[in-house]
């Protein structure tokens, strides 16, 4: 699966949130994400949903705040999500 | 199709979905989980002098309203009383992941016992969407005559899980195997 670059640019509304603008094809959008889901800068997103020229339509984990729950970003703002390494 | 609570537990167990802190077992009844009340609420200022919320807008930020227009509030041992007819943006302690794996959705109702007198705990908005990680924020209203006190960690809410049908777009990776985007 794929996980989107996200800015953080603060707290949320609550500690479990943080707040993020992401860039997509429209401009930028704002985003309440999980705190706990933030890692690098990134958050999960599952698959792309679509894809045209050099965009790729992606479902995010909460609508934007302007309600988008599905936008179109530029390919270079995903990135592949590792699966975690077991340990013993 | 809702999840019974031993379905629940085995999804649980098997780690395709979490809630965390874990419920106790009593938190359970045959097809629900209770979620309890995060001590954070946020509070709707009434007096914002010329303030109309306007959601249609152009570059409407409900987040940014909501930051302006409501003030944090840690409910404290003592309870805090939730007036008749008012609006407050509440979460629940637990953080709920319904990962992918577990080819679950859900929804978040209330309890028939604060919805007697008046308690609800969602606008019309109740869908947990498959893969959806984190708190889940209620929007707690006072419909009833009298004012309510919330107590943080009173069970607030129940979760229903449901089995979803198919897989979504968004879990489907053969369209997209082999993506190489960086």
Known sequence: MMRLKVEPIGEGLHPSETFAVIKTKSGPEQIAVDARSLNNGTVPIGWPVEKTAGFLLVELPRPTVSGARRVWVREEELIPDKPARKTA | ?182
């Open chain 2, 1 to 182: 199709m809702i999840l019974t609570d031993r379905e629940i537990q085995k999804l649980l167990k098997a780690g395709l979905i979490s809630i965390e802190p874990k419920p106790p077992i009593d938190a359970y009844d045959s097809t629900a989980v209770d979620l309890t009340l995060d001590p954070l609420i946020r509070v709707f200022r009434t007096n914002v002098p010329g303030l109309i919320i306007d959601p249609s807008a152009p570059g409407y930020k409900a987040a940014e309203l909501i930051r302006t227009a409501t003030d944090p509030l840690t409910i404290t041992e003592h309870g805090w009383d939730l007036p008749r007819d008012t609006l407050v943006l509440a979460w629940t302690k637990e953080r709920v992941d319904l990962s992918f794996k577990g080819k679950v959705a859900a929804r978040v109702e209330g309890k028939s016992g604060l919805a007697r007198i008046g308690l609800g705990v969602h606008v019309t908005a109740p869908t947990i969407h498959a893969g959806f990680p984190g708190t889940i924020q209620l929007e707690l209203v006072n419909h009833g005559p009298l004012p309510i006190k919330l107590r943080s960690g009173m069970a607030i809410c129940q979760l229903i899980i449901e089995m979803i049908k198919g897989t979504p777009s968004k879990a489907h990776k053969s369209q997209f195997a082999g993506q190489t985007a960086r």
